[in-house]
């Protein structure tokens, strides 16, 4: 297992170091704009206030006092949940379908192991790069943040809302392992679910423009831990225990499945 376990890690090395840069990066340009917006003398707030709910709703732009550099993070939030669910629905379905894609399939064949026991220690190598990331993305947010900080240390919040930002990585990447052991296609996995990322995205935009709409949140991972609701109320049980029953259930398929997959692998 352990040999599997670091060959994936070795496999998305580059990968997850082009990500972590990319976070690096966004975190940065992000806070920049909020000086620049200080800069210029305009009141962040009102500015925000003034646009429309259609724009509140696509940026996530309520509820924070953006004159703040931990209202201004909460607001850079959303993006950056976005970002790590696209890589983390990605990740699991590259790990799980790679294999078929690139005609290396023998390789597992050289392991005296269960079909259960290589789908463990790809997942397990799976949660380590997105461990990775997530320590990444806390670090370069308490530094970066802390740095437009004028107020007291705001280093508990940046990390609880990173927790949630990583519970939303897992559901994704156990969506893209489930959707890889289902699919006959390699490649399709991996387009179906970063249309499941947009389809829950715009979700998440159709909650905050329609009253009407408020039973989306049950149905986009975006919804659960939101950065006001993180701050404000702490987690919420019913999300946390849908998130429970999402990695569940798609575990379930995953296991059922990968032992049955293409009888290449066997």
Same mark, same amino acid.
Do not use: C
């Given at each position: 297992?352990?040999?599997?376990?670091?060959?994936?890690?070795?496999?998305?090395?580059?990968?997850? *170091?082009?990500?972590? @840069?990319?976070?690096?990066? !966004?975190?940065?340009?992000?806070? =920049? $704009?909020?000086?620049?917006?200080?800069?210029?003398?305009?009141?962040?707030?009102?500015?925000?206030?003034?646009?429309?709910?259609?724009?509140?709703?696509?940026?996530?732009?309520?509820?924070?006092?953006?004159?703040?550099?931990?209202?201004?993070?909460?607001?850079?939030?959303?993006?950056?949940? *976005?970002?790590?669910? @696209?890589?983390?629905?990605? !990740?699991?379905?590259?790990?799980? =379908? $790679?294999?078929?894609?690139?005609?290396?399939?023998?390789?597992?064949?050289?392991?005296?192991?269960?079909?259960?026991?290589?789908?463990s220690s790809k997942i397990l190598a799976g949660l380590t790069l997105l461990s990775v990331l997530t320590v990444v993305t806390l670090l370069a947010s308490v530094i970066i943040v802390g740095a437009y900080n004028d107020g007291a240390s705001i280093t508990n919040d940046i990390t609880k809302m990173m927790f949630g930002m990583f519970l939303i990585q897992l559901i994704f990447y156990i969506i893209g392992i489930a959707l890889a052991t289902v699919s006959k296609n390699p490649r399709s996995s991996s387009q179906v679910g970063a249309m499941i990322v947009l389809v829950t995205y715009l979700a998440y935009v159709l909650v905050g423009i329609f009253d009407s709409l408020n039973f989306l949140k049950y149905v986009t991972p975006f919804r659960f831990f939101e950065a006001d609701a993180i701050l404000n109320n702490g987690y919420s049980p019913t999300f946390i225990l849908m998130t429970l029953v999402i990695i569940l259930v798609c575990l379930g398929v995953s296991y059922k499945q990968y032992p049955t997959r293409d009888q290449t692998l066997t």
């Open positions: 297992m352990l040999n599997i376990y670091f060959q994936e890690l070795k496999a998305h090395r580059k990968n997850i *170091i082009l990500w972590s @840069i990319g976070m690096i990066m !966004l975190i940065v340009m992000g806070m =920049a $704009k909020m000086s620049a917006y200080q800069s210029s003398g305009d009141n962040i707030n009102k500015l925000f206030a003034e646009l429309p709910r259609v724009f509140k709703a696509i940026t996530g732009a309520t509820g924070f006092d953006l004159a703040t550099a931990k209202g201004f993070f909460a607001l850079l939030f959303l993006y950056i949940v *976005i970002m790590v669910a @696209i890589h983390a629905v990605l !990740l699991g379905s590259e790990i799980i =379908a $790679k294999e078929e894609r690139d005609k290396t399939a023998e390789f597992l064949l050289t392991k005296p192991l269960t079909r259960s026991a290589i789908l």
